[in-house]
């Protein structure tokens, strides 16, 4: 559980981080109804596939991939013809869709939106994951590499880290 | 001045319909706003509306506070009015769970609310800052009753695992101790010289005597424990009547373990324009003004209905829905207008045909992940062992809050604290977390600040924004990029079709985005079918 190994992946409390959290909240395009001005999101250190799916990915998708329907609804991943193509399901995870968040902002953009970042490697790693589990059978594996090669959002806004 | 005179020799609404003929709705709403006519946002009042077509209908899809205040507005303008809502109750985010309730998130989990009866939790919106004259104007309005909240609270706790070996500090101390030894500081300095190209002799005066104020400083300006330093963060012996009574003073903390401790980053939180002093919640939990609006609006919400399709052609909208429990029993509503206040994460999923610029806008708005958890306990242990009554103890713990009851203090018995707040990395996590975890995980933090915990937990619910089935995420996260490009064709009226809620405004996640939000749109709507009317 992310949550028990708090040590490995909630860093020191930065101060410079939070201060320009406090300063973008009170510009004009940040203002929210939250204030909680600890929480910092700057890295979740080294996961699996398997594990940001768990801790992160279920949320929405649900545990074994099954999706669920309310007034909108979250895709079904278990069995989605869509994830033949990997090239979709990275893009999906690195740019967001309707109201998903992207996980590949900059970081400015992220800190701004509270978004999490994931590493071109850990987006690898969670498609491989889901596209190798919940009845999908997928063989062929994603790299680091062929991820990088793919759009990333806000590319030419600011600098990649 | 010029346009007083004209209004004088014909009827403002002449007037304004022989602009709308002639010069286009865009000319009119300038007309109007200079009239007075129209009411920009941020709230400044009821909307004008007179001189509705007759017989002119607006569909307003969910019955949130936008929805609502916009379906009251137009329905007492004469507009003929229908709102469809998912839930089978009215409110949307604007809700409380007490004591009876049951919720089922997405994914089928089902909690029962235990609370006691007159105890409750607001997963949503919980304080109503005093500039919302929007949502205080509809609370008024419904006659729902307010009582203070209170954001700050000196006796609350700022607390971090990592610093004071863990223990809480009041927020008391450590504002005095980080204010009086920044006065200090600033003090030596100026006495020092250091100031002495940017401050003049004479105002170096009223700085050095500003900042003996300020910071509680003695006669050397010096911050050490004292009477006036006490006065501020609190004495070891607080000062009483009779032959006992004697004050002894405390000890700050140095400025180094403040500013080690990182607890100076909870000392703004009441600072920011959105957290001043006055802030307001309902009487007995936000859901009190969704319920009056739903109360008010009776017949014209049609509750358990599933927007499928949204379709606009030449002559009006046509929403189709089904029955959101069953998802069969397939019918359609149509209207002239359509004020569409659902949250872009489900609207995104909803065929409607728009332009491409309004539908790249819906597209392009993720939704912030929170959550909240609602812990109760056998006593009010806060008020009984601590003192801390309201308010809010901040840490850097996953929970991140914990808000204490702005009512009911004294009273005996049981009490719910909001044991859990959570944004971003960590909301995810919790939600991915069945509820009885997420309870169990705001229990183990908790316990570091407030060890009674333990002994005294009775029941919690806890809920996760991207489990809601109503909304799929907890409000529009827009960032100034994404503001840039999309926000303003977000907000034109498409057609027939105009959008409302906090995901339309600058107040994102505040109830009062979606009021204001939801005025400026309908004000725009009447413009076009006051127009049109005209036309006809």
């Known amino acids: ?161 | 001045m010029e346009n007083d005179e004209v209004a004088a020799a014909m009827s403002r609404r002449d007037l304004l319909r022989l602009i709308g003929v002639t010069a286009g709705s865009a000319a009119m709403y300038q007309a109007m706003s200079a009239l007075g006519f129209a009411a920009p946002s941020p709230y400044q009042g009821p909307v004008d509306l007179s001189g509705a077509p007759p017989g002119a209908s607006v569909l307003i899809l969910g019955a949130g506070m936008a929805g609502m205040s916009a379906a009251y507005e137009l329905r007492n303008a004469g507009y003929k009015v229908q709102v469809l809502e998912y839930n089978a109750r009215a409110g949307g985010r604007n809700w409380t769970l007490r004591g009876g309730d049951s919720y089922t998130e997405l994914g089928g989990a089902t909690q029962h609310c235990e609370f006691d009866r007159d105890l409750y939790i607001n997963p949503g919106p919980w304080r109503i800052p005093y500039h919302h004259q929007g949502v205080l104007h509809y609370a008024k309005l419904l006659g729902v009753p307010l009582e203070p909240f209170f954001q700050v609270n000196y006796n609350a706790y700022l607390h971090s695992p990592k610093a004071f070996g863990g223990k809480p500090q009041r927020f008391r101390e450590v504002k005095a101790d980080y204010q009086g030894h920044v006065a200090e500081l600033l003090a030596k300095a100026t006495r020092q010289h250091a100031l002495d190209d940017a401050v003049s002799q004479e105002d170096q005066e009223r700085l050095l005597e500003s900042l003996r104020q300020w910071g509680a400083l003695d006669r050397n300006f010096t911050y050490a424990a004292s009477d006036a330093a006490s006065d501020r963060r609190g004495y070891a012996k607080n000062p009483g009547g009779g032959l006992s009574a004697r004050p002894i003073p405390s000890e700050p903390v140095g400025l180094g373990d403040i500013l080690k401790s990182g607890l100076w980053q909870g000392i703004p939180n009441g600072d920011t324009f959105d957290m001043q002093t006055a802030l307001f919640q309902p009487v007995g939990g936000m859901g009190r003004i969704g319920e009056a609006f739903g109360r008010e609006l009776g017949p014209l919400i049609r509750y358990n209905s599933k927007v499928v399709d949204i379709a606009q052609d030449a002559s009006g909208v046509t929403a189709t829905y089904v029955d959101s429990r069953t998802l069969s029993d397939k019918q359609t509503a149509r209207a002239d207008w359509c004020l569409c206040t659902l949250p872009l994460s489900v609207l995104a999923e909803i065929p409607l045909n728009v332009g491409a610029e309004l539908a790249a806008a819906i597209s392009a708005v993720p939704y912030a992940s929170a959550i909240k958890v609602g812990l109760q306990f056998k006593r009010r242990f806060w008020e009984e062992d601590e003192q801390i009554y309201g308010g809010i103890t901040y840490t850097d713990l996953p929970i991140t809050n914990i808000g204490y009851p702005n009512t009911g203090f004294f009273s005996g018995g049981k009490g719910v604290l909001l044991g859990a707040y959570i944004w971003g990395l960590n909301a995810m996590e919790f939600t991915a977390m069945t509820p009885p975890e997420r309870v169990q995980r705001a229990l183990d933090y908790g316990s570091q600040i407030h060890p009674q915990y333990r002994r005294e937990f009775d029941n919690g619910i806890a809920v996760a924004w991207h489990r809601s089935p109503f909304t799929l995420g907890c409000f529009g996260m827009w960032s100034t990029d994404a503001r840039a490009r999309h926000y303003d064709n977000l907000c034109q009226i498409d057609g027939r079709i105009a959008l409302a809620g906090e995901h339309a405004s600058f107040l994102g996640g505040w109830q009062e985005g979606a009021v204001t939000s939801s005025m400026d749109a309908i004000s725009r709507l009447h413009l076009r079918a006051v127009a049109q009317g005209a036309k006809a």
């Open chain 1, 1 to 161: 559980m992310i949550i028990v190994q708090r040590g490995r992946w909630r860093r020191g409390l930065a101060g410079l981080p939070v201060l320009l959290l406090l300063l973008l909240m009170q510009s004009g395009s940040g203002v929210r109804a939250d204030d909680s001005s600890f929480t910092d999101t700057d890295d979740i250190g080294p996961l699996t596939g398997e594990q940001i799916y768990q801790h992160i990915c279920q949320g929405c998708h649900m545990p074994g991939g099954q999706g669920a329907v309310g007034a909108g609804y979250y895709p079904k991943l278990a069995g989605d013809k869509k994830l033949i193509s990997w090239e979709y399901a990275a893009i999906t995870v690195l740019n967001g869709r309707n109201g998903m968040p992207p996980f590949a902002l900059p970081a400015a953009a992220a800190k701004e939106t509270r978004a999490v970042r994931l590493s071109d490697a850990q987006v690898a790693d969670v498609v491989n994951y889901v596209r190798s589990h919940f009845d999908n059978k997928y063989r062929a594996t994603v790299t680091a590499r062929q991820v990088q090669a793919l759009p990333h959002p806000g590319a030419g806004m600011a600098p990649a880290e």
